[in-house]
């Protein structure tokens, strides 16, 4: 029998206002998925701060 995940939200789009949504949904404490390119995203051009464990990390180096 096939496994099947279930969210609350699913986000199409993995650009500033996708990213931000899924943040927003996040943090009312719902199941989110995020869909869209790697790539020319703004995932991959991110650039973190304020996480335990890492200094100055990029988008690109976490995936």
Not at 18 to 37: M, N, P
Not at 39 to 58: D, P
């Amino acid at each position: 029998m096939k496994k099947t995940d279930f969210y609350d939200v699913v986000v199409v789009g993995a650009g500033p206002a996708g990213l931000q949504a899924a943040i927003h949904a996040s943090r009312k404490k719902v199941s989110v998925l995020v869909l869209g390119k790697e790539h020319k995203s703004s995932l991959f051009r991110a650039h973190v701060e304020n996480m335990v464990s890492l200094f100055n990390a990029t988008g690109k180096a976490m995936l």
